[in-house]
């Protein structure tokens, strides 16, 4: 089946630990995303992709950097984790709003739930 | 910066009932697109309905409609025929045209809904 795919779906970490989510998508889409979810703040742009080799920082990108070596992967990183990087990070991708008809739709992996001691 | 408000962050609504979720936003484009998300217990992000700036015209999807005011920058979801499977987070979404950079979606800190029996 098409779309997201997130892994690992859970972690625990302990603080000053590293660690990389992986999401990868089959969907040829340019743009991908990271987001953190935490309650009664919605999701939260971490980093964000607009093509391979490129990344940018979103609202919250302190403590992670990003990669997107290929067009299909964007992988998110934890050079040392904090607790307050506790979260549910979803990865999502699509098309850029050039199509008014449909592609300006962003399709989310399932999730990946962290936990830092 | 855009940003996204939902005031309301618990509802509950009889089965069978109609029932609105509030959403206001802040922006200085025009062109732009609003998004409704479902995220049941599963936490999977799952696109209810979208309306895009340009258009007058309010979506509608089955039992879930938009009311759209643009001047007032208020963007609500009613669902009708309230069912037990509509219990979930709701969340939503702006976005902006694809001529800023990145092309992200903006979240507001979501509604749960509670469906009573």
């Known amino acids: 089946n098409a779309g997201v795919t997130q892994t690992p779906k859970f972690r625990v970490l302990k603080t000053g630990q590293s660690m990389t989510l992986l999401c990868a998508q089959d969907?040829?889409?340019?743009?991908m995303y990271w987001y953190r979810q935490d309650p009664g703040m919605g999701l939260r742009l971490i980093h964000y992709?607009?093509?391979?080799?490129?990344?940018a920082k979103g609202e919250v990108p302190d403590g992670y950097n990003v990669s997107r070596l290929k067009k299909q992967n964007f992988l998110l990183g934890l050079e040392s984790a904090a607790p307050s990087q506790t979260s549910v990070y979803f990865c999502?991708?699509?098309?850029?709003?050039?199509?008014?008809?449909?592609?300006?739709?962003?399709?989310f992996g399932a999730g990946s739930r962290l936990t830092v001691l | 910066a855009q940003t996204v408000t939902q005031s309301q962050p618990e509802m509950s609504v009889q089965e069978a009932e109609t029932v609105t979720l509030s959403c206001t936003y802040d922006?200085?484009?025009?062109?732009?697109?609003l998004f409704w998300y479902k995220q049941p217990p599963s936490r999977q992000m799952i696109l209810v309905i979208r309306q895009e700036a340009y258009k007058q015209q309010n979506a509608t999807e089955n039992r879930f409609s938009v009311n759209f005011q643009k001047a007032a920058k208020s963007f609500s979801l009613k669902i009708s025929d309230s069912q037990l499977g509509d219990a979930a987070m709701y969340f939503c979404?702006?976005?902006?045209?694809?001529?800023?950079?990145?092309?992200?979606?903006?979240f507001g800190g979501g509604t749960r809904l509670m469906v009573k029996p």
């Open positions: 999502a991708s699509s098309y850029p709003t050039l199509d008014r008809v449909g592609a300006n739709v962003l399709t």
């Open positions: 922006t200085s484009e025009s062109d732009y697109y």
């Open positions: 969907m040829n889409h340019e743009y």
């Open positions: 979404a702006y976005r902006n045209p694809v001529e800023i950079a990145g092309n992200m979606l903006t």
């Open positions: 992709s607009v093509g391979e080799g490129t990344t």
